[in-house]
Nanobody, 124 residues
Framework: QVQLVESGGGLVQAGGSLRLSCAAS????????MGWFRQAPGKEREFVMA????????YYADSVKGRFTISRDNAKDTVFLQMNSLKPEDTAVYFC?????????????????WGQGTQVTVSS
């Protein structure tokens, strides 16, 4: 079994920054892509960004390009999400997930394991 635990969420003013972390443990895949999704109240879960095992490929949703950065530390099985210039519309529960699908899938159904989520609230 695989466990994913997110941390780093909280309340921040518009224009501020937060750094989310997601640590994986258990029987993870030998090579896996790690991704971040978010879900606002009343909305579907949406893709934010993801990074391949080697870190050589990253993919960002248009809504966060230039503001969010993804990175990973494979020695610690951890992925990070640096969020800058936050906007009220970034408010959501943020989930990390992993998949052994080749490449960078952007649909939630392609991911195999999920964390419990961490709340990010951006006030105006």
């Amino acid at each position: 079994q695989v466990q994913l635990v997110e941390s780093g969420g909280g309340l921040v003013q518009a224009g501020g920054s937060l750094r989310l972390s997601c640590a994986a443990s258990g029987r993870t895949f030998s090579r896996y892509t790690m991704g971040w999704f978010r879900q606002a109240p009343g909305k579907e879960r949406e893709f934010v960004m993801a990074i391949t095992w080697s870190g050589d490929r990253k993919y960002y949703a248009d809504s966060v390009k230039g503001r969010f950065t993804i990175s990973r530390d494979n020695a610690k099985d951890t992925v990070f999400l640096q969020m800058n210039s936050l906007k009220p519309e970034d408010t959501a529960v943020y989930f990390c997930a992993i998949t052994n699908t080749v490449g960078i899938p952007t649909t939630a159904g392609r991911y195999d394991y999920w964390g419990q989520g961490t709340q990010v609230t951006v006030s105006s």
